[in-house]
């Protein structure tokens, strides 16, 4: 607010002037509007790309991008946008229009392969990070080749990029969780509970990281459950996990134990454990 009335008052002192002088310093008032105008449409739009509503955001620089077909910083805010309002196949024909446009970069050719692998475009991706320069090294461009290895069975190039991507990083949880998964897919139980684990040590609050390790422990048939933070919902949901595990196993009768356990264990009435303990009941009664 009062970043506002600051703003008005110098308006309103530089049309005062203008009427007590001469119109030649009119081009001056104009320029002078013109500068303030750029200042808050700034402002704008860093506001639409941080703590705005996503789709408000969407229809904001949709309009600025018809308006002003040729500015790059819009048809980017309009982009990364539609990203985080998870319009994805939307966000990659942006980023697709961006890209072709001069003053590109390329770390918005990374953001648009981030776009066209959200959207399913898998192959497109990885043409488009084929054309990054290999110079062009960061944390989210080597998640991304990771990513694309991964998905090609390329398993020595996605460890590669995996351990790359985690040395460009400081919150390397989230990398660290997605590589023990592709650990837990090769079959490789052992290192994915290892990845998982430094996962957790690094964000005891990544709820997934905690789930994929308690299911790379029960693939090892080790039913018990590691020490590390957890509230009573979610060792209740981690016993659950366990038991579904144990299940796929053969070791129905250890399921059962584990999923009274995590009945008992919830503070209110766990109706996914319940069900599935009916069910295994059920199904040893008749079979």
Sequence with gaps: MRHSISLAASVASLVLLTACGDTSGSKDVDEALKDINVVDESN????????????EAVAHFSRSTQENPDRID???GLAVSLVRAKRSTEASAAYAKLVAMPGATNADRVEYADALIRS????????TLDAVPPTHETFKRYRLEAMIADS????????????TAVGLTTTPAGVMNNWGYSKLTRGDYTAAERLFIDAVRQDNKLFTAKN?????RAAQRNYTLPVMPMDQIER???????ALSAVKQGDVETAK???RDAIKTHPQHFEAAVNSLR??????STG
Excluded: C
């Design 236 to 242: 209740a949901q981690l016993l659950h996990t366990m």
């Design 279 to 284: 069910a295994l009941e059920d199904n040893t």
């Design 257 to 259: 134990g584990l999923l």
């Design 44 to 55: 704008l739009n860093d506001v639409m790309l941080t703590v705005a509503d996503p789709n």
């Design 120 to 127: 399913g475009d898998w192959a497109t991706a990885e043409q």
């Design 212 to 216: 994929n390790l308690v299911i790379a």
């Design 152 to 163: 090609n069975k390329e398993w020595k190039r996605a460890d590669s990029f995996y351990e």
């Design 74 to 76: 819009l048809q980017r």
